[in-house]
């Protein structure tokens, strides 16, 4: 079973608004992680947010990580079309990262 | 292109047969690892090498793959009498850590996409 879970499993916006994706996981972990992937291509680290930090930014990126509630979101602001992609949430309880099932996001132009 | 390398790109098969992909790492990363991923889910772990010796197994990691990495620098995933279910993606990922360390950033290559008729 997988140790990080996304939701919402799919998220369709429209170009310029923000998406919001949720990540759940299950045991203690030192950092969380979140991917992207085009379709069709390999995976692409976006950000990385330790056990002892609550939030940080990357650019148009916004992570929030809540250990008490083994909970973590993504936030993309002013989305673009060029932001469609699944996107993972991935931690690291037994040492190998673990990733949930994704997100599909697709923005509409 | 200094990032991680896969090759081939695509394999189609037939069932029964044996492939073998090859993953070429960012140059001074000591870690590699293999996973896969079918269609609409996300990458499950496979093995993991720290230089040349490969440190972890999953389960789903059946009698008939085997993974090497000698000379701690090039791998290979072989997968020997193929079948229907082991069709996916199989993803390399190189990073670089220290022994025992936690796991920090993965560089992914492209994938090698197995089709098993």
């Known amino acids: 079973s997988q140790q990080g879970e996304e939701d919402p499993q799919a998220l369709s916006i429209q170009e310029g608004e923000n998406a919001t994706m949720n990540c759940s996981y299950k045991?203690?972990?030192?950092?969380l992680q979140w991917y992207r992937q085009n379709s069709g291509r390999g995976l692409v680290h976006l950000i990385l947010?330790?056990?002892?930090?609550r939030e940080k930014h990357s650019g148009r990126l916004r992570v929030t990580l809540d250990t008490s509630k083994k909970s973590s979101s993504l936030l993309i602001t002013a989305s673009r079309a060029a932001d469609t992609a699944s996107y993972f949430c991935?931690?690291?309880?037994?040492?190998?990262?673990?990733f949930g099932s994704g997100t599909q996001l697709t923005v509409l132009p | 292109d200094t990032g991680v390398s896969q090759n081939p790109r695509h394999k189609i098969t037939k069932r029964g047969q044996n492939v073998t992909f090859r993953c070429d790492p960012i140059?001074?990363?000591?870690?590699l690892y293999w996973y896969r991923q079918t269609l609409g889910q996300g990458p499950e772990f496979l093995t993991y090498?720290?230089?040349?010796?490969?440190?972890?197994k999953s389960r789903l990691l059946s009698d008939r793959f085997s993974a090497e990495r000698p000379k701690g620098s090039f791998s290979t995933l072989e997968i020997q009498r193929t079948e229907q279910g082991d069709s996916a993606m199989y993803l390399c990922?190189?990073?670089?850590?220290?022994?025992?360390?936690?796991?920090?950033?993965?560089?992914f290559g492209e994938g090698s996409r197995l089709t098993v008729l």
């Open positions: 990922a190189s990073s670089l850590g220290l022994a025992g360390a936690h796991t920090g950033e993965l560089f």
């Open positions: 045991t203690s972990i030192n950092n």
């Open positions: 947010i330790r056990s002892n930090e």
């Open positions: 991935a931690t690291a309880p037994w040492g190998q990262l673990t």
């Open positions: 140059s001074e990363h000591n870690r």
């Open positions: 090498f720290q230089n040349e010796a490969q440190l972890e």
